[in-house]
């Protein structure tokens, strides 16, 4: 992360690929009819074919040359769009979408996609009008209301997106994975969260053991609320910011593709090369040492005094703290696999997690916050530290000065729909 003096930190709403592959998201319909892209005949067409492989760029005068030949067919126009969204031409594609959409009012995938086109270009309320007549549909309401409730959220319409999320599960009799996966981090309550878990189950039988370790998480809270954040103090707020760094001994390595070449030509105190990072045959360690950047880390108060340097990071919207940290307060041990705390399926997900019982950064306090333990190899994992998400300070302004070694928090603000919000908002998407 590179910025400069009294330089915002911009967290923005985040923005994902329309749909990286070119059959429909995950939990979209099921049912031929609506699912383009599906069928074995629509690989007939040779754009869709390249389409598959994921070469967007030779994929669309293709998709356009076999639509001169047939316009109206329906694997044709959901392909055009996805190639023109994977190239990053969201105007263009939504364009396009929406003609399809109201050529066609019967075949729901082209709003779908109009939405997706609206959200990618940061529009968010383009993207919930265009996603809302979505809801009642029986093969794509659940992920529409899902992508709309995110679109709320980053809009900092939070309330809102709560109500709808599970109002809807309260009501349908078989909700989707998808809408079940957002109602659980909207809920957020140990009660209720083990009660939309059970809805998971018989939703997703074949993911039971990952939420039934869920169910072990959420019940270590009792009534308490997961991710719960309240303020103890005024703002605006001045956190100390420092550079961590690890230093390793070249010797002890024992991954010698840890490092790549370009990582080693930009380290200044590097004096080996990459086959003398591997551990000697015979005799003592070498005595060569390499100096990793962790990046910038902010001081955090876990449990009742346990002060650690966590680092900063926009990558993420999970927390991490190293085994030692860990120990300062937290509820137990909990092994997920391929779900994280809310259910989103992730590889980042799998391994040990913990609930720490209060978490303090400035005068924001967080309870029953759910954070990975690091692996024994990741850098500073010995140390009592960890990595904090910049996605959970999203409800208040953040400004990051590096060279001057500070953060500032400023308070949230009004958006005139009657809730406080952030100066920037961002809402974290589950990263493979």
């Given at each position: 992360?590179?910025t400069?003096?009294?330089?915002l930190l911009l967290?923005?709403?985040?923005?994902?690929?329309?749909?990286a592959?070119t059959?429909?998201?995950?939990?979209?319909?099921g049912?031929q009819a609506?699912?383009?892209?599906k069928s074995?005949?629509s690989?007939?067409?040779p754009?869709?074919?390249?389409l598959h492989k994921g070469?967007?760029?030779?994929a669309?005068?293709?998709l356009?040359a076999?639509?001169?030949?047939a316009p109206q067919?329906?694997d044709?126009?959901?392909a055009?769009?996805e190639?023109l969204?994977?190239?990053g031409?969201?105007?263009?594609a939504?364009?396009?979408a929406m003609?399809?959409?109201?050529s066609h009012?019967?075949?729901?995938?082209?709003?779908?996609?109009a939405?997706e086109c609206?959200?990618n270009?940061?529009?968010?309320q383009q993207?919930?009008?265009?996603?809302?007549?979505?809801?009642?549909?029986?093969?794509?309401?659940?992920l529409?209301m899902a992508?709309a409730?995110?679109?709320?959220?980053?809009?900092?319409?939070?309330?809102?997106a709560?109500?709808?999320?599970?109002?809807a599960?309260?009501k349908?009799?078989?909700?989707?994975?998808?809408?079940?996966?957002?109602?659980?981090?909207?809920?957020?309550?140990?009660?209720?969260?083990?009660k939309?878990?059970?809805?998971?189950?018989?939703?997703?039988?074949?993911?039971?053991?990952d939420y039934?370790?869920?169910?072990?998480?959420?019940?270590?809270i009792g009534?308490?609320?997961?991710?719960d954040e309240?303020?103890?103090?005024?703002?605006?707020v001045?956190?100390?910011?420092?550079?961590?760094?690890v230093?390793?001994?070249?010797?002890t390595?024992?991954?010698?593709?840890?490092f790549?070449?370009d990582i080693?030509a930009?380290?200044?105190?590097?004096?080996?090369?990459r086959?003398s990072?591997a551990?000697?045959?015979?005799?003592?360690?070498?005595s060569e040492?390499i100096?990793?950047d962790?990046?910038?880390a902010?001081?955090v108060?876990?449990?009742v005094?346990?002060?650690?340097?966590?680092?900063?990071?926009s990558s993420?919207?999970?927390?991490?703290v190293?085994a030692?940290a860990?120990?300062?307060?937290?509820l137990?041990?909990?092994r997920l696999s391929?779900?994280g705390p809310?259910?989103?399926?992730?590889?980042?997900a799998?391994?040990?997690?913990?609930i720490?019982?209060k978490l303090?950064?400035?005068?924001?306090?967080?309870?029953?916050l759910?954070a990975?333990?690091?692996?024994?190899n990741e850098?500073g994992?010995k140390?009592e530290t960890g990595v904090?998400?910049?996605?959970?300070?999203?409800h208040f302004g953040?400004l990051?000065?590096?060279?001057?070694?500070?953060?500032?928090?400023y308070?949230?603000?009004?958006?005139g729909?009657?809730?406080d919000?952030?100066?920037?908002c961002y809402r974290?998407m589950p990263?493979?």
């Amino acid at each position: 992360m590179h910025t400069g003096i009294g330089a915002l930190l911009l967290i923005s709403a985040a923005v994902t690929p329309l749909v990286a592959q070119t059959t429909p998201p995950a939990g979209a319909p099921g049912t031929q009819a609506s699912s383009p892209l599906k069928s074995t005949a629509s690989l007939s067409y040779p754009g869709i074919s390249v389409l598959h492989k994921g070469d967007f760029a030779a994929a669309l005068p293709l998709l356009e040359a076999e639509l001169k030949a047939a316009p109206q067919s329906r694997d044709l126009l959901y392909a055009k769009v996805e190639a023109l969204a994977g190239l990053g031409r969201f105007i263009e594609a939504r364009s396009f979408a929406m003609q399809a959409m109201f050529s066609h009012p019967a075949w729901p995938e082209f709003r779908y996609q109009a939405g997706e086109c609206s959200w990618n270009l940061g529009q968010a309320q383009q993207a919930v009008q265009a996603w809302t007549p979505l809801f009642s549909d029986p093969d794509w309401g659940g992920l529409a209301m899902a992508k709309a409730s995110r679109a709320l959220r980053a809009s900092g319409r939070e309330e809102e997106a709560k109500q709808l999320v599970l109002n809807a599960v309260a009501k349908q009799e078989k909700p989707s994975p998808v809408l079940l996966n957002e109602a659980l981090e909207l809920d957020r309550t140990g009660p209720g969260c083990i009660k939309i878990i059970d809805k998971l189950i018989a939703a997703d039988p074949q993911s039971k053991d990952d939420y039934e370790n869920l169910r072990k998480l959420y019940a270590s809270i009792g009534d308490g609320k997961l991710l719960d954040e309240s303020l103890s103090g005024s703002l605006p707020v001045t956190i100390p910011l420092k550079e961590r760094s690890v230093l390793h001994e070249v010797g002890t390595l024992l991954n010698p593709g840890l490092f790549d070449n370009d990582i080693l030509a930009k380290t200044d105190d590097v004096r080996t090369t990459r086959e003398s990072m591997a551990p000697p045959q015979v005799g003592p360690p070498t005595s060569e040492t390499i100096r990793t950047d962790l990046g910038m880390a902010v001081p955090v108060v876990i449990g009742v005094d346990k002060m650690v340097w966590m680092t900063l990071d926009s990558s993420t919207g999970s927390c991490s703290v190293s085994a030692g940290a860990a120990k300062a307060g937290s509820l137990g041990c909990f092994r997920l696999s391929g779900k994280g705390p809310f259910g989103e399926k992730t590889s980042r997900a799998a391994g040990d997690w913990v609930i720490i019982k209060k978490l303090e950064i400035g005068p924001v306090v967080f309870q029953n916050l759910p954070a990975r333990v690091m692996q024994k190899n990741e850098p500073g994992s010995k140390d009592e530290t960890g990595v904090f998400p910049l996605a959970l300070l999203r409800h208040f302004g953040v400004l990051l000065d590096s060279p001057g070694g500070r953060v500032i928090l400023y308070a949230p603000r009004d958006d005139g729909h009657g809730s406080d919000r952030g100066r920037r908002c961002y809402r974290p998407m589950p990263v493979e």
